[in-house]
């Protein structure tokens, strides 16, 4: 088992930056891929960003690519979203998620692909 925690919410103006961090307790951080996910009210969970395992490999929505960077510390077992140039149609709640089994490179932008979830961080980005 796992539990991760989300934090580095808020408020910001458009234009603005933010980092998440997601923190990870109770299970070994290393060998696990992790994603970020994100959902506005009124709307289904989507993919924003994922990392693998090692941190060789990301991958990022569309409507990010650009603007946010994900990455990991496993040594401190954290993972980082760090959100630039944010717009007003990136505030939702965001969400840090991983997997049950290891080593996993694929699919990584699928929620069903994703075992444990954090009870995420709201960002809101004013116009």
């Known amino acids: 088992q796992v539990q991760l925690v989300e934090s580095g919410g808020g408020l910001v103006p458009a234009g603005g930056s933010l980092r998440l961090s997601c923190a990870a307790s109770g299970r070994a951080f290393t060998w696990y891929a992790v994603g970020w996910f994100r959902q506005a009210p009124g709307k289904e969970r989507e993919f924003v960003a994922a990392i693998n395992w090692s941190g060789n490999s990301r991958y990022y929505a569309d409507s990010v690519k650009g603007r946010f960077t994900i990455s990991r510390d496993n040594a401190m077992k954290e993972a980082y979203l760090q959100m630039n140039s944010l717009k007003p149609e990136d505030t939702a709640v965001y969400y840090c998620?991983?997997?049950?089994?290891?080593?996993?490179?694929?699919?990584?932008?699928?929620?069903?692909?994703?075992?444990?979830w954090g009870q995420g961080t709201q960002v809101t980005v004013s116009s």
């Open positions: 998620a991983t997997q049950e089994r290891k080593y996993r490179t694929s699919n990584l932008e699928l929620r069903a692909e994703y075992d444990y």
